[in-house]
């Protein structure tokens, strides 16, 4: 199994990003999907998540009306779209895989089987 996130990069505060995470060796529709982050210093924590159909979204409050998490499941690819960035956003963003998943256990780290390898995100002020 492999997840390959990407699309980060340097943006100003008020820009937009879209991540990416490409995933193989896996029947990606039978996959729930998050999103994560980790700020140096801090602990990786959950941004967002999608049930496999992508019917159902949930979102951390902190990124709620901001971000928006969609995927094709045609493609294998998960997305995360980020507008309105702040300095508070910067961290490396991880991908992450359940096959299944319960969506009340979705926004727990160690719910997921799979990872991917993190891109990183940097906001300036």
């Known amino acids: 199994v492999q997840l390959q996130a990407s699309g980060g990069g340097l943006v100003q505060a008020g820009g937009s990003l879209r991540l990416s995470c490409a995933v193989s060796?896996?029947?990606?529709?039978?996959?729930?999907m998050g999103w994560f982050r980790q700020a140096p210093g801090k602990e990786r924590e959950f941004v967002a998540s999608?049930?496999?159909?992508?019917?159902?979204?949930d979102y951390a409050d902190s990124v709620k009306g901001r971000f928006t998490i969609s995927r094709d499941n045609a493609k294998n690819i998960l997305y995360l779209q980020m507008n309105s960035l702040n300095a508070e956003d910067t961290a490396v963003y991880y991908c992450?895989?359940?096959?299944?998943?319960?969506?009340?256990?979705?926004?727990?780290?160690?719910?997921?089987?799979?990872w991917g390898q993190g891109t990183q995100v940097t906001v300036s002020s």
């Open positions: 060796g896996r029947t990606f529709s039978n996959y729930a």
């Open positions: 992450a895989g359940k096959v299944g998943g319960i969506v009340s256990a979705l926004r727990t780290r160690d719910y997921y089987e799979d």
């Open positions: 999608i049930r496999r159909s992508g019917g159902t979204t």
